[in-house]
């Protein structure tokens, strides 16, 4: 082997070594002996108490279903008594038949608007400029990809490029091809009337597509009076679904959320106080009133009935629930646990902050306790001057949460 060659791996080797070194000290420095710093920021806290249970309502379910249906309202959408909820189809032909009918149906609407605003060479320039612009968004909502209310924007934009097509067509073409439409429409309605079924709201409320089995157990009166055990009892009764449920209208505005928890709860609320239950998803946290309480039971736990007349399209999809309830609020100054030390010759609570290049001893009292910071707030004197005022602890402070041998004023490199 050429000597220039043992040169050339001994010092490639050199080099690793130092390397290697020099990743070992910094990852000493990083996890044994260097320091740590967080942010102080506001930040408020919650006291909760766990609760299990279900969503209450009054609920009439729609099962006039079948293989070939089709829903015409959204999930938690109003809808008055009467309102068409869904047809069902006795066949493909039939369902064909009758997206070829709303098309025809939308087709004549069409027509007849043209008509009735004649050939105004005004009118055909104003369609053109509402087609550049129509035109314009979609591009620029693709662009941000943002898709919402797609298929409405892209139907106004047909809509307008089929008015704009015919404002030039005379009036007696126009009529004739009115005709032709009406004359399409009449025979599919002929043909599709004996094979749709239209199901129509039975009340006023709000409509679900979800059937659970609860609806004709879990309901509003069975609350009356209720204990842990005869809401597990309710909830035991749940029906099998078949399936063949088109979905349910929710006709009270008020709903409930009856929950098991521990008789904890009875020293933080009682009946007609609020709470804030913490649902999980897109429901969130949602402000309820305490209906009631019931006593303890021989194992130390209670039901407790929550109501509210707010935001309930966005609970239709709920029912068993495991939430958080919280039952008090605190406002402070967000520190990790880590970071918050005891003066070992007075006991005071503080922290030290990062001073210029110095830790700084700073006193706190504590407000909340969390899972794993604390909230706290600067301990406040008689007379402070405008120097103390500035040393106390405020958000955006740098302090430390971990270093070895810290003391007020010592330098942190």
């Not at 009118?123 to 509402?130: F, H, P, S, V």
């Not at 609020?329 to 007075?346: K, V, W």
């Amino acid at each position: 082997m050429k000597p220039g060659k043992n040169v050339v791996r001994a010092i490639m080797l050199l080099l690793f070594l130092g390397a290697a070194a020099y990743f070992a000290v910094y990852a000493y420095h990083i996890f044994f002996g260097g320091y740590e710093t967080a942010t102080v920021y506001n930040y408020t806290g919650q006291s909760t108490l766990p609760a299990e249970g279900y969503l209450v309502r009054e609920e009439t379910v729609l099962s006039d279903g079948g293989s070939l249906e089709e829903i015409v309202v959204a999930e938690g959408e109003n809808v008055a008594l009467g309102d068409v909820v869904a047809r069902v189809y006795r066949s493909e032909n039939a369902l064909e038949q009758h997206r070829r009918l709303e098309a025809l149906e939308t087709e004549l609407e069409r027509l007849e608007y043209i008509r009735s605003r004649g050939t105004e060479e005004s009118d055909a320039m104003r369609l053109n400029g509402e087609i550049v612009t129509a035109m314009t968004d979609l591009k620029a909502s693709a662009a941000r990809q943002d898709f919402t209310n797609l298929d409405d924007r892209v139907e106004s934009l047909q809509d307008l490029i089929f008015r704009r097509d015919f404002t030039y067509s005379t009036s007696s073409t126009l009529s004739q091809q009115i005709d032709a439409v009406e004359e399409q429409i009449a025979e599919l309605r002929s043909a599709t009337e004996s094979a749709v079924s239209t199901v129509y709201s039975p009340a006023a409320g709000i409509f679900s597509g979800l059937v659970d089995g609860y609806e004709s157990c879990l309901t509003i009166d069975a609350l009356t009076d209720l204990t842990p055990v005869a809401l597990r009892e309710l909830a035991g009764n749940q029906t099998e679904v078949s399936g063949q449920e088109l979905g349910k209208v929710i006709t009270s505005f008020r709903w409930y959320y009856a929950a098991v928890m521990s008789q904890d709860v009875t020293k933080h609320l009682s009946s007609g106080d609020t709470a804030t239950v913490n649902f999980e998803g897109s429901t969130g946290a949602q402000k309820m009133t305490v209906q009631s309480i019931s006593a303890a039971d021989e194992n130390g736990k209670v039901a407790v009935v929550f109501v509210s007349n707010r935001n309930l399209s966005s609970t239709t999809l709920l029912r068993e629930q495991n939430v958080n309830v919280a039952y008090g609020t605190y406002e402070g100054l967000r520190i990790p646990a880590r970071a918050l030390r005891a003066d070992q010759q007075t006991g005071q609570l503080g922290v030290y902050r990062i001073s210029g290049a110095q830790a700084q001893w700073v006193p706190v009292e504590l407000i909340f306790t969390g899972s794993d910071y604390y909230l706290v707030r600067s301990v406040t004197e008689e007379n402070m001057s405008q120097l103390q005022e500035a040393e106390r602890l405020k958000p955006g402070d740098e302090v430390l949460v971990r270093g070895k041998n810290i003391y007020d004023g010592k330098v942190i490199k």
